[in-house]
């Protein structure tokens, strides 16, 4: 049996990594999408247990204390989020691909922690300003002025940690069929 492999895909808000992975979740359904763990109210149409597990700070904070984290981060100075060991190791284990949507912090720290032949990296890239991003998020659900600027902080240090991946994908507003595509070339190349 082949090893199996994880991909981390990140990027930043609004980028398209949620749908990147609705559509390969769609094609590929012998492969695991693990969510992971937020302490962030659900939006519109998300689904517990399949998009994320939604938990208390308090539970999130015991995950932490009993060593169930691959990684954790707190983003955009806020929230919580995690990413819970066993799933994704289980599957590297039983040959399967592992997709994994992951921010940049949890990203880095999760490259640190895993062997490199575990996994491949592959991080989105707005085709179109900061701003005209922050539009794409802004369509998503209404936030207010502050949430936008410490958004805007959070993408431009994102984009900054692109060189840390394997792999860079360029996200046209709109053109969804070639993200696609591309992931799956990269993916079925690298496994």
């Known amino acids: 049996m082949n090893q199996g492999k994880i991909i981390f895909i990140s990027g930043p808000s609004g980028v398209g990594k949620g749908t990147l992975i609705s559509e390969l979740k769609l094609k590929h359904q012998d492969w695991i ?28 904070q015991k995950k932490i204390d009993d060593g169930e984290f691959l990684e954790w981060a707190n983003v955009h100075n806020q929230n919580f989020y995690g990413t819970l060991k066993s799933p994704l190791l289980d599957g590297v284990k039983k040959g399967r691909i592992v997709v994994r949507e992951f921010d940049v912090q949890g990203f880095l720290s999760a490259r640190e922690a895993l062997p490199k032949d575990h996994f491949i990296s592959i991080f989105l890239k707005p085709a179109e300003s900061v701003e005209d991003l922050m539009e794409r998020v802004r369509a998503r659900a209404p936030i207010s002025d502050d949430e936008v600027t410490r958004r805007i902080e959070s993408i431009k240090k994102e984009l900054e940690t692109s ?16 993200m696609v595509d591309d992931a799956e070339k990269i993916i079925a190349e690298n496994t």
């Open 33 to 60: 999408f693990p969510p992971s763990c937020t302490t962030r109210d659900p939006r519109p149409g998300e689904v517990e247990g399949e998009t994320y597990y939604f938990v208390s700070k308090e539970e999130f």
């Open 163 to 178: 060189k840390f991946y394997d792999f860079e994908i360029i996200s046209v507003g709109g053109e969804i069929q070639q």
